[in-house]
Nanobody
């Protein structure tokens, strides 16, 4: 099982980026997915999660209203659209997948996820 993020980069405050996460097809369409991030010298934190059918989504308070998570099971890809970016959004963003989950299961807990990508850097300048 592989989970690979892409789409990170450098953007000015107020700008937008879209992250993508490609996961192995064998698990992707039947499992919940999540995004987490880790800023320098900080603990990794939850950003957003989506159920396997896309019917449920969940966001941290710090990104709610600015970020949107979505998925395309036909393409084995989950997306994180990030708008109105702030310097405090600067971090390495990680995609995570559960091995199995119920239809509407989502979680903000790191220990609920089994597979992790290597991360993609997002840097927001002032």
């Amino acid at each position: 099982v592989q989970v690979v993020e892409s789409g990170g980069g450098l953007v000015q405050a107020g700008g937008s980026l879209r992250l993508s996460c490609a996961a192995s097809g064998r698990i992707f369409s039947s499992t919940a997915m999540g995004w987490f991030r880790q800023a320098p010298e900080k603990e990794r934190e939850f950003v957003s999660a989506i159920s396997w059918n896309g019917g449920r989504t969940y966001y941290s308070a710090s990104v709610k209203g600015r970020f949107t998570i979505s998925r395309d099971n036909a393409k084995n890809t989950v997306y994180l659209q990030m708008n109105s970016l702030k310097p405090e959004d600067t971090a390495v963003y990680y995609c995570a997948a559960r091995a199995t989950s119920g239809t509407y299961f989502i979680s903000s807990r790191e220990d609920e996820y089994d597979y992790w990508g290597q991360g993609t850097q997002v840097t927001v300048s002032t």
